[in-house]
């Protein structure tokens, strides 16, 4: 380790660019502020859930509209784009050209994207089985929480095309990494709370 | 003093042992599910066990939140946080699994 310091959560700069790194402590402060308190919100939609499992007024129940081998599949494909931003963060650190980044965020982007595809293909059979927001408590709880982790993955998808169009515009500037940091912690914090998701929603739903 | 490389090779590794620990995490917790051994509240308990094992180690790998002194006390606010969360989470559970109980 060299003498830089650990400033902030997330990939640190220290080392690489002590410029940026001086100025990023405080920038990546207050966005996880923001992530913490976007995580207190999950936590009661949780709690809401749990509350409201019970209540299926004998309409679908959780064990006839999960299917485990999707689930397990968009579990490994967002996991996967964790790991990919975070070769990314690296790209972004350490090398001078911003081929790899680019290269790397687009893998990112593309598994965010089929992650969605998969999630929207799960509700569109939920639908499908009537099992839709307005049938139940139970329903209610689990389309207001799953996705709206899914809206997160969509903007944060969006964020990512718009942080490579300031790569390609800007080149990689101070304010342009320090977004990419911010970037990546919002994306590592949407696989924590699908970790939740999956074992407190779908798992659960799923043991008999 | 380490060179760029160094440092370039410690950040990568750093992401590799996370991403195989969480894999291993993942496709326990499914498996537990998938081919059910126990009784179901024990499997619901491992469950729960390996997700927080697992998002320990998203903290640790993916974010690099560890126990040495930082600048921010990024540490601090997760437990901070973390104790909200308790509080109002299981405060919620509590009181309306035994309004239920009592309305049943």
Redesign the interface.
């Known amino acids: ?3 830089s ?8 700069l220290g ?2 660019d002590e410029l940026t790194h001086e100025k990023a ?1 405080s920038a ?2 207050g966005f ?2 923001f992530l ?2 976007d ?2 919100i999950f ?2 939609l ?3 859930y ?2 409201m499992l ?1 209540a299926t007024v004998s309409g679908p129940t959780p064990a006839n509209e999960y299917k ?1 081998l999707p689930v ?1 599949l968009e ?2 494909i967002l ?2 784009s ?2 990919t931003f ?2 990314a963060s ?1 790209a972004m ?2 090398e001078a050209s911003s081929r790899q980044l680019i290269g790397w965020m687009t893998v990112t982007l593309v598994l965010g994207f089929a992650f969605l595809g998969l999630e929207l293909h799960d509700f569109a059979a939920m639908f499908g089985d009537g099992a839709y927001p307005t049938r139940s408590g139970y329903l209610s709880s689990f389309f207001a929480l799953a996705p709206l982790h899914g809206i997160h993955v969509f903007f944060g998808s969006i964020w990512i095309i718009v942080v490579m169009v300031q790569v390609m515009t800007y080149r990689l500037d101070a304010q342009v990494k320090i977004n990419i940091l911010r970037l990546g ?1 919002f994306w ?2 949407l ?2 709370v699908w ?2 998701i ?3 929603v779908y ?2 739903g ?3 | 003093m380490s060179g760029p490389n160094d440092t370039k090779r410690s950040d990568i590794r750093s992401y590799a042992i996370g991403y195989g620990l969480a894999l291993a995490l993942t496709c326990l917790a499914f498996a537990a599910v998938r081919w059910p051994s126990f009784a179901s509240t024990t499997t619901f308990a491992i469950v729960l066990g390996l997700a927080l094992v697992q998002m320990v180690v998203h903290f640790r790998f993916f974010l690099h939140i560890s126990l040495r002194k930082s600048a921010r006390d990024d540490l601090q606010l997760i437990l901070f946080s973390t104790l909200i969360v308790i509080l109002m989470v299981s405060g919620t559970l509590v009181i309306l699994f035994n309004l239920r109980a009592r309305m049943m």
Request: glycine share 8%.
């Open positions: 380790m060299s003498a310091e650990f400033k902030h959560a997330g990939l640190n080392g690489a402590g990546v402060f996880w502020l913490m308190s995580a207190v936590a009661l949780f709690a809401t749990g509350v019970p485990i397990f579990t490994l996991l996967t964790s790991f975070g070769m690296v650190k350490h912690l590592h914090f696989d924590i970790i939740a999956f074992s407190v798992l659960q799923l043991i008999r």
